[in-house]
């Protein structure tokens, strides 16, 4: 996990809320990424940022949003447009090609 | 479009024996892969990476071997213990840092 945070660990949210989920790095590392992750499978792309106050959608962007308003931190919210939200978050900050995770937060939608 | 996929999604072995883990690739343009280790609840951990200059890079117990000639990755886990007991996935790359993942191979190892 090196100087990546993840917070909260597990979260749960009623239908209809939306949620932000924290990635904190210390890392100094310029880009950033959210991910997907859902039981069985891979990790798909939610958002990234190459630089801050930039940010792209990634291959499954509708339902949530990201800022990128300081080096350290790229916050992703879950709004209520996400139909399906329960998944496991993953956040990366890369160095050139190499992207190293934080440890994922857990959301379950009751 | 591009993907990354694994040819077996579980592999079992014995405590002792060297694994195997295998990816194909589809992307002919990719210049940079990686092998990721996830244990269960936690996330991604880099193992291992190489880029496409390369035919083998050697980590410690852990070998990556890329064919580009048939776009084939693998990693090779020398005297495999319990805790490597995960789900490994190989990534590749290209331009803009966009990492595609493969679903993944539970590797289990049995004593």
């Known amino acids: 996990d090196g100087g990546i945070t993840q917070s909260p660990k597990y979260l749960f949210r009623k239908e209809g809320q939306n949620v932000t989920l924290s990635c904190e790095q210390n890392?100094?590392?310029?880009?950033m990424y959210w991910y997907r992750q859902d039981p069985g499978q891979g990790l798909r792309l939610i958002y990234y940022?190459?630089?801050?106050?930039?940010?792209q959608k990634g291959d499954i962007a509708e339902g949530y949003s990201v800022s990128r308003e300081k080096k350290e931190s790229f916050p992703l919210t879950v709004t209520s447009a996400q139909k399906n939200p329960t998944a496991f978050y993953l956040c990366?900050?890369?160095?050139?090609?190499?992207?190293?995770f934080g440890p994922g937060t857990r959301l379950t939608v009751l | 479009g591009e993907s990354v996929g694994l040819h077996l999604p579980t592999l079992s072995v014995q405590e002792g024996d060297n694994s195997i883990i295998n990816c194909a690739y589809s992307?002919?343009?990719?210049?940079?892969f990686i092998w990721y280790k996830q244990e269960s609840g936690k996330g991604p951990q880099f193992i291992i990476d190489?880029?496409?200059?390369?035919d083998k890079r050697q980590g410690q117990r852990v070998t990556v071997l890329l064919n580009k000639t048939v776009k084939h990755l693998s990693l090779q886990i020398a005297a495999t213990q319990p805790g490597d007991s995960a789900v490994y996935f190989c990534?590749?790359?290209?331009?803009?840092?966009?990492?595609?993942f493969g679903a993944g191979t539970r590797l289990a190892v049995h004593p």
């Open positions: 940022s190459q630089i801050v106050n930039d940010f």
């Open positions: 190489i880029r496409s200059n390369m």
């Open positions: 990366a900050s890369s160095i050139e090609q190499t992207q190293y």
């Open positions: 990534a590749e790359t290209f331009g803009y840092n966009k990492l595609i």
């Open positions: 890392l100094n590392h310029d880009a």
């Open positions: 992307n002919s343009a990719s210049d940079y």
